[in-house]
């Protein structure tokens, strides 16, 4: 009887097995390709991937450098897109490797090889070859990589010159591992992207034309309109079949050029330009392409989707994620927007006058976003001038205030004091300070004292010390009842 039980627990045992092995191989909790092997999960809890299911039609490419990208990283990226077929989920880095259960694919190593055996670019790339061909952690060289980059003369040690040539590699290499999709996004892998809005958004063009969309920048040094690269690219299928299918490779012909460029922005905008006759279409501020701290929070953009932000920390993308999620289980029409994205910034924020902070108030993202208080104001301003009873804005940050309060359009100020001391007999060479208004809405972050010391043209030998101070401040309650008259 004894032997019986066992003999049944056995049977029982191996009927599970070959059970979870059908499973596993009929399915896809576990896909194997050629571009990459995981462990996949279907997400079917998530409402995400209920109300925007994977149209298969869509590959996403995140850039990551081996000396920075962790296995945090990798798994954020992977469960913010959960509702993507692990497949066509593909990782570019500068070297051929693997962390955990995700394939990094090293997009240069098939560059020009004279560039890659004896350009200074490279010398990077080199060592980081050689370290890992030795089993060493190669994070140990971009610790070192950042400290020598504050050096300009010695950039080259640096993984950022790397990026300008992995562009078009990863164009070719989208479609080498999967070929025949209709769109095929680029990223950094710190950057958020919204699935829904993705899907939503990409599913009502035309993926049978040469499309190339991302955040239009002007590169003024060499007249081109150009995708800036640190937001989200995104290619049609017939702009990367065309690149990726050329009878020699566009990537590699290019590499030579590249090194005479200053940015991958202008390699990507040029080639494609050149090569495919193919210039940017502007997507912003679906794809915003700044750092949350630098959004310009305006009128124009408050009802926009938020389809990508490119440097989003871990709490951020969390917060945005479960609100998405959270939002579609009840509202399916739900739509993460700017003014959504606004709140989320602005939690724990007492927006009080800070010192060592700076919200960017002297930066315009084109004409008439800043206010020139001291002269003739922008055509679109209210008609406001000063009077000599009127305190100057530059003498402190509190009449700097008061000037923003002034203007009706003014929704936050920057105020930078300086000082120059003579070193020996710290005497004051000169002092005082700049206020900047602006129409715009910057949350800004933490800035520290800048500091310099120059030659003292008065005293032979001596030197001055400068200083600089950044405050900011903002006019929340102004900003908030300007974008309440405007309901999404």
Not at 385 to 394: A, G, I, M
């Amino acid at each position: 009887m004894l032997l019986f039980s066992f003999r049944a627990l056995i049977r029982a045992i191996l009927l599970t097995v070959v059970f979870l092995l059908v499973y596993l191989f009929r399915s896809d909790a576990f896909t194997t390709t050629k571009a990459t092997t995981v462990w996949h999960q279907a997400a079917v809890d998530d409402p995400r991937c209920h109300a925007f299911p994977d149209p298969k039609t869509i590959t996403i490419a995140l850039t990551a450098g081996a000396s920075s990208v962790t296995p945090d990283l990798l798994n954020r990226a992977s469960t913010m897109l959960s509702c993507l077929h692990p497949s066509r989920l593909l990782f570019f880095s500068d070297l051929d490797h693997a962390i955990g259960l995700y394939r990094l694919h090293d997009v240069l190593s098939r560059a020009d090889p004279v560039l890659l055996q004896t350009h200074p670019d490279f010398d990077f790339y080199r060592h980081q070859q050689a370290y890992a061909s030795q089993g060493q952690n190669v994070r140990d060289l971009g610790e070192l990589a950042v400290l020598r980059a504050d050096t300009p003369q010695e950039d080259q040690h640096s993984p950022k010159v790397l990026e300008k040539y992995k562009y078009l590699h990863m164009i070719e290499r989208a479609w080498e591992l999967q070929p025949g999709r209709d769109w095929y996004v680029f990223a950094d892998i710190q950057t958020y992207i919204s699935w829904p809005n993705l899907v939503r958004w990409l599913g009502d063009m035309d993926s049978s034309k040469p499309h190339f969309l991302g955040r239009k920048v002007r590169l003024r040094d060499v007249d081109i309109d150009a995708g800036a690269v640190e937001g989200t690219i995104v290619l049609s299928g017939a702009a990367v079949e065309t690149f990726a299918t050329a009878a020699k490779s566009i990537a590699r012909a290019w590499d030579r050029k590249a090194a005479r460029m200053d940015s991958p922005s202008e390699v990507l905008a040029t080639a494609l330009r050149d090569m495919l006759r193919l210039n940017i279409t502007d997507a912003w501020p679906l794809t915003i392409g700044i750092e949350p701290e630098w959004i310009p929070f305006q009128q124009e953009m408050w009802c926009e989707p938020v389809v990508s932000m490119p440097f989003a920390s871990e709490s951020l993308s969390q917060s945005l994620a479960q609100l998405e999620k959270q939002s579609l289980f009840s509202q399916k029409d739900f739509v993460l927007d700017y003014h959504h994205l606004f709140n989320l910034l602005s939690e724990g924020q007492n927006f009080a006058v800070t010192q060592f902070w700076d919200n960017a108030s002297d930066e315009a993202e084109r004409p008439g976003q800043l206010i020139h208080w001291s002269g003739d104001q922008d055509d679109d301003a209210e008609s406001t001038t000063f009077t000599d009873d009127d305190p100057d804005p530059n003498t402190s940050i509190e009449a700097c205030a008061k000037a923003c309060v002034r203007f009706r359009d003014c929704m936050q100020l920057s105020y930078m004091s300086f000082a120059a001391k003579r070193r020996y007999d710290d005497k004051s060479v000169k002092a005082g300070g700049v206020c900047y208004l602006s129409k715009l809405f910057r949350f800004g972050r933490h800035r520290g004292i800048n500091s310099w010391d120059e030659d003292d043209d008065a005293v032979r030998g001596s030197s001055v010390d400068n200083t600089q101070v950044w405050s900011s401040g903002w006019n929340i309650g102004r900003f908030k009842a300007s974008r309440s008259r405007n309901n999404c």
